[in-house]
């Protein structure tokens, strides 16, 4: 079955973030510490991925780029009025922010190799052992995200197995058309701008900067047109 590790990350996600609900009910002082150091984690994650780009001019390029873009069509509001639509269907069983939750989880799952690589793994010879390795991971993290953000962390299953679902059906066609030094190539640099996203987000758990990081999503499809166009150079 092609989407089984899709689908196994999606559930582990949720059954990680129904795990972390019941965990939410711990004082607000411990609550607030254990935000930080969730901060400081997600931080330092941004960096390792940051640090992984072989040509950063091509990450700052796609950054100013996506930034402008997502700004122009405001990717951050229409996430925040989906959030306040979601917290109304809801109501009071909603814990936290919805689309602080939501937009956090769904980064942090999303951008990275083992995404795409699980996927192609899956598509082409059915071997989910990645998407399961990395479900475990997202399982976990979920947990941990819940017990601060609330229970709009559950709700980045979806885009993680429409994304992760969508490559793994695709992925014999991907792997007729697209060289293979240029998919590594982009996953190189989707994962340093991704990781310099996932840096903002840590710093705005943190309280020290106010990034609208949904309006920097757009650089990931900017990244992939850029290194495309430098490998047929």
Known sequence: MV???????????????????????????VKHTVMQGIGLSVSLLGIQMGLKSEQFL???VSLVVGAIIGEYIDLDQKLENLGQWLERKIGKRAKGEIAKGFVTA????VIGALAIIGSLDSGLRQDHRVLYT??????????????????GVMFSAIPVMLYQGSIALFANQI?????????????????????????????NILNITKIRVANLLPSILVVALIVTILYFI
């Open 134 to 151: 990395k479900s475990l991971i997202d399982g976990f993290t979920s947990i941990i995200l819940t017990t601060t953000l609330g229970i």
């Open 175 to 203: 792997e007729q058309v697209v060289p293979t030094e240029l998919m590594n190539s982009f996953i190189v640099e989707m994962t340093s701008t991704g990781g310099l996203m996932i840096l903002a987000i840590g710093l």
């Open 3 to 29: 989407l089984l590790g899709t689908i196994v990350n999606g559930l582990c996600i949720i059954l990680g973030t129904v795990i972390g609900s019941f965990l939410s009910r711990i004082p607000e002082k």
């Open 106 to 109: 769904t980064l942090i799952f």
């Open 58 to 60: 091509v990450v700052i």
